[in-house]
Antibody
Framework: QVQLQASGPGLVKPSETLSLTCTVSGASMNNYYWTWIRQPPGKGLELIGYVYYSGSTYFNPSLQSRVTISVDASMNQFSLKLNFVTAADTAVYYC??????????????????WGQGTLVTVSS | DIVMTQSPLSLAVTPGEPASISCRSSHSLLWSNGYTYMDWYLQKPGQSPQLLIYFGSNRASGVPDRFSGSGSGTDFTLKISRVEAEDVGIYYCMQAIQTPWTFGQGTKLEVK
């Protein structure tokens, strides 16, 4: 059974870089999209972006200029970096596995499973 | 971006009774290949979201058959045939036809 576990600092100072890692266990990373999604307190879900196991990426245009997502399949991990954070980046950050299927046409059409989520607070 | 609008935002249901949640999108979610790129997720209290339905009506592995998804184009419905106590949480719809994927604002289900 595949499991995802996000880890990283829970507190980041404004203008600095948020860095999170998601460790995947129970399955190979091959042939899936590895995804970051966030949820600000009391608000809805927002797709940050994803990386295919081969390394190709997609980022939400609203965050594109500040985001990097990378994968290290040999370590069964993928990572998120978000630069120049502000209080608006305070959120629970989830990692998730995105589908790959014949009718998905090179996009993750659903996310399953999700990791447990990690709260990152941006504050001085 | 495609806007996903859910209704109601909250509902309280007696165990054993049915429940229905609506999701409307600002753009058709039906692709030319006949597939509908739309999912439903449930976020139980204190947990991360879990996939319930993909392609609009396909139940994910392990999801009880009391959950069903239906609809086409821009109007979709998640139905629970007989609500159980474990069904409490926030239900989200998500569109996966036009980047960036976007989510509805959520519907909170309480069990009376």
């Amino acid at each position: 059974q595949v499991q995802l576990q996000a880890s990283g600092p829970g507190l980041v100072k404004p203008s600095e870089t948020l860095s999170l890692t998601c460790t995947v266990s129970g399955a190979s990373m091959n042939n899936y999209y590895w995804t970051w999604i966030r949820q600000p307190p009391g608000k809805g879900l927002e797709l940050i972006g994803y990386v295919y196991y081969s390394g190709s990426t997609y980022f939400n245009p609203s965050l594109q200029s500040r985001v990097t997502i990378s994968v290290d399949a040999s370590m069964n991990q993928f990572s998120l970096k978000l630069n120049f954070v502000t209080a608006a980046d305070t959120a629970v950050y989830y990692c998730a596995r995105g589908s790959d299927c014949p009718t998905c046409y090179s996009f993750p059409r659903w996310f399953d499973p999700w990791g447990q989520g990690t709260l990152v607070t941006v504050s001085s | 971006d495609i806007v996903m609008t859910q209704s109601p935002l909250s509902l309280a249901v007696t165990p054993g009774e049915p429940a229905s949640i609506s999701c409307r999108s600002s753009h058709s979610l039906l692709w030319s290949n006949g597939y509908t790129y739309m999912d439903w997720y449930l976020q139980k209290p204190g947990q991360s979201p879990q996939l319930l339905i993909y392609f609009g009506s396909n139940r994910a592995s392990g999801v009880p058959d009391r959950f069903s998804g239906s609809g086409s184009g821009t109007d979709f419905t998640l139905k629970i045939s007989r609500v159980e106590a474990e069904d409490v949480g926030i239900y989200y719809c998500m569109q996966a036809i036009q980047t960036p994927w976007t989510f509805g604002q959520g519907t909170k289900l309480e069990v009376k």
